[in-house]
């Protein structure tokens, strides 16, 4: 069975210099179709002005990140019908330059990322230019950050933020538990300099725990409690 | 001051408030029964120097206002440095100096009113 169900999309042309506009499609869908199948409708048959990012249509790659109807998610995870609206607003992500329609830049995000210095440091550069032996972890220390590793980048809880709204230097919730991330790893020997970055006025201090980041993980990722275990780390240097 | 050790002070002085504040609030209630009066006269402002201050000429009780006052002071200022902060998206030098500054007058004023309620001055 096919229900019409109106979708209203954010249209942003930088070219045209103003704040954007919404324009309505009519799109006929049928169940299953997700958010994302639904701007590919648009695209393909009634506006192909329409840009959109996307790759992997099964929530992995984390490209098609949007606003529906006000809440932060993936288009290709999000099943129209399971929305049971008649209108379905489409809006880009907040809290990065928009590109294009839907499409924003994430620069600000893998930016911060670099800034917290999100990967393993380690000391010893002669063993990892030439390797004898593996790093090996216990299923203990795996678990400390294994719910961290899940993140797909793909920044709804950048996004969602109410702090990054309101206060753009604030590195906001993905880089942050990246950070904590690396910190928790039994693995990594940067934690000293990285609880010295998080502690910084932009860092992990301007969280106010409103939880928004881990509402609208698309992963069940927790970034509010890993900025908060992260406040712990700082404290203790 | 490091960002963490500032936040650890905030976290202290929360506590602080908490316990002062509770002192404080406690003392209000106790000066009703040792001064006679009704409840609504000991709350009103201008029976405050007769009902409040004999109940504070108690080095303790004049101890923990001051504990009070502290707490607050730096819990406030603290705060509105990053409220102000957030709102206009960055730091400003000048901000932070005119909140240390108005947080050493709040010290100081309140000090003095504590010394003469305790008739030290």
Known sequence: MVERVKFRVFRYRPEDGGRGIYREYEVPV????????????????LDPTLSVRYSCRMAICGSCGVRVNAIETLACHTQILELRRRLITVEPMRNYPLIKDLVTDMAPLFRKQKALMTWLIRQDTEEQENPTRQYLQSEEELERYLQFTYCIQCGLCYSACP???????????????????????????????????????????????????????????????AIQLLRRAALKG | MKERDLMLLHY?????????????????????????????????????????LPVY????????????????????????????????????????????????????YGTRTILIANALV
């Open chain 1, 30 to 45: 049928k169940k299953g179709m997700t958010i994302l199948d639904g701007l590919i409708y648009i695209k393909e048959n």
């Open chain 1, 163 to 225: 702090v990054v709204s309101t206060f753009p230097d604030f590195y906001g919730p993905q880089p942050l538990m990246k950070a904590y991330r690396y910190y928790a790893d039994s693995r990594d020997e940067g934690g000293v300099v990285r609880t010295r970055l998080v502690d910084r006025f932009e860092g992990v201090w301007r969280c106010h725990f409103a939880g928004s980041c881990s509402a609208v993980c698309p992963k069940g990722v927790d970034p509010a409690l």
């Open chain 2, 12 to 52: 202290i002085t929360g506590i602080g408030i908490l316990v002062f504040g509770s002192i404080h609030i406690a003392t209000v209630f106790l000066t009703y029964p040792f001064q006679g009066t009704i409840w609504e006269t000991t709350l009103r402002f201008d029976s405050i120097p007769y009902a409040i």
């Open chain 2, 57 to 108: 000429r108690n080095a303790l009780l004049a101890a923990s206002l001051f504990g009070l006052l502290l707490c607050t002071t730096i819990h406030a200022m603290n705060g509105l440095r990053s409220i102000i902060a957030e709102l206009i998206g960055a730091r400003k030098r000048w901000v932070e100096t005119l909140l240390v500054a108005v947080g050493a007058f709040l010290l100081v």
